[in-house]
């Protein structure tokens, strides 16, 4: 049984061209000029781009943090990220203290396993540095597993020291693995927000105050330090500020392997979200936190110049009502995360919209080089014969608005309610199969498979 994609616009990190895609089964078996090939049925995308499914390199379902779990499971949080166009998701594993990576691995399996709409990975946190982790890196290689992030921040939870992070990376740079790195100094943040606690400032908005860019300036720039001296390569996850950035830039202008994403919420939302009264402010409570606006210009430019190279969500949802509720008195304890695996497409069409990004820009941070860094091209991040049938048919013209009210994510507001969007996704396939539609979804949570990643593949 043979499909045909007909008529559509093909992005590619080098931009568009016409042509016509035929799937057979779960993988694409020709790109053809248009008119040039044929299939059984055939899916018009006249007017329409064809466009690599997206991978999400950073989410966080049914996670335990803060003293509850994030609300989506992988069921909810998967058929949500199929709805917006992303076919890939990469979770994190959270290695408890005490116990070992690969019963952390197995309890990860247990909880995704059969239960994803879409093809999905894992990367690990390790949170307890000790020889058996380190040994056990190794392992969770074997079992597909080659990116370990580890946190600056929390301390008491997942932070760890930088003698940890050294060992960690000098075993990473041994074995060709890649260090994720949560960099904000944790030890400097938790003594602001104890001062501003005890002087009674206890709202969310706190929550940016007390945590300045400075803070995730120094831990990036002591990150990237560490990594130069073990060699090992360095991927800084969810970056907002522009001191981080910088720093970033300045280790890639002298090769090092040194790799950074951002998240929507840092290219649209601002800290006056975080401000906003009645504990509304709650909503946008996150790692790092949402900066001042005049931050925004500078992630973009990065990701223009590849300084940032993927845009991922840090989906990490938690509801407004019965969790976000829990610090109300006390910033300090809003559950870290907000939800957004299901509008990072839309919203990174919208920086095409704005002339931020080329087309292909966007479909390179937003599928290719995720693929490319987490060891899944080229079977994932590109319409090219031979790859999986991960494809999304994107709407350039059609108009949405976003809203809790339509959103297939488990939780119950939207950090970006009553957006207008221009654009939205018209058909999605996973492996070949359609899951989403303008009948809406026909796919299965039990359809989507592990995904067994090679290492880095931008490693010099
Ligand atoms: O606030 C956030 N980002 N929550 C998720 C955990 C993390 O640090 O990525
Ligand atoms: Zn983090
Ligand atoms: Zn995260
Ligand atoms: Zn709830």
């Known amino acids: 049984m043979t499909t045909l994609i007909s008529g559509g616009q093909v992005v590619s990190p080098s931009g568009a061209f016409p042509a016509d895609v035929l799937v057979d089964g779960e993988t694409i078996a ?18 329409k781009y064809v466009l690599p499914g997206g991978i999400d390199a950073h989410t966080h379902m049914e996670m335990p943090f803060g003293g509850t779990h994030s609300v989506d ?26 116990t070992s990576l690969l019963s952390t691995l197995d309890k990860w399996h247990a909880k995704a396993d059969g239960n994803c709409a879409i093809d999905y990975g894992f990367h690990m946190i390790v949170s307890d540095v000790n020889d058996q982790s380190l040994k056990e890196m ?28 050294l060992l960690a990376m000098q075993k990473a740079r041994e074995i060709g693995a890649t260090i994720m790195m949560h960099a904000e100094n944790g030890i400097a943040i938790d003594q602001l927000a104890a001062q501003a606690f005890a002087a009674g400032n206890v709202d969310p908005v706190q929550h940016g105050l007390t945590r300045p860019p400075e803070l995730e300036g120094e831990a990036t720039s002591r ?5 130069k001296v073990t060699g090992s390569p360095l991927y800084i996850v969810h970056l907002s500020a522009s001191q981080a950035l910088a720093a970033v830039a300045e280790a890639r202008n002298e090769g090092q392997n040194v790799f950074a994403e951002t998240c929507p919420q840092y290219l649209y939302l601002s800290i006056e979200d975080l401000a906003k009264p009645d504990f509304e402010g709650a909503k946008y409570v996150a790692s790092p936190p949402l900066r001042e606006k005049s931050h925004q210009a500078d992630l973009w430019r990065g990701l ?19 969790q976000k509720e829990m610090g109300r008195g006390d910033f300090r304890a809003i559950p870290n995360g907000m939800p957004g695996v299901e509008h990072r497409m839309d919203l990174l069409h919208q920086g095409v919209v704005a002339g931020q990004l080329t ?20 079977k994932k991040g590109v319409i090219a014969a031979g790859s999986d049938a991960d494809i999304v048919i994107y709407d350039p013209s059609a108009r949405q608005t976003l809203s809790a009210e339509t959103h297939h994510m488990n939780v119950d507001y939207s950090a970006y309610e009553g957006f207008e969007i221009t654009g939205r996704v018209h058909t999605v396939l996973s492996r070949g199969r359609v899951v989403v539609s303008p009948s809406g979804f026909s796919g299965s949570t039990s359809h989507g498979k592990f995904l067994s990643r090679s290492l880095n593949q931008y490693l010099n």
Not at 30 to 47: C, K, Q, R, W
Not at 311 to 321: A, E
Request: aromatic share 12%; proline share 4%.
């Open 30 to 47: 020709a790109v053809g000029a248009p008119g040039t090939l044929s299939g059984d049925e055939t899916i018009d995308a006249t007017g």
């Open 73 to 98: 499971t992988f069921s909810t949080g998967t058929t949500a990220a199929a709805w917006g166009g992303t076919t890939t998701i990469i979770d994190f594993a959270v290695q408890a203290k005490g």
């Open 138 to 165: 190794e392992a969770c290689i074997d079992g597909g597993v080659g990116s370990f992030k580890m946190f600056m921040a929390y301390p008491g939870v997942f932070y760890s020291t930088d003698g940890e992070i």
């Open 223 to 227: 990150a990237i330090q560490l990594a």
């Open 304 to 322: 223009r110049t590849n300084d940032l190279s993927v845009v991922s969500t840090d989906h990490c949802p938690f509801c407004f009502k019965d």
């Open 359 to 378: 087309l292909g820009r966007w479909v390179e941070t937003c599928s290719a080089t995720p693929a490319r860094m987490f060891g899944l091209y080229p």
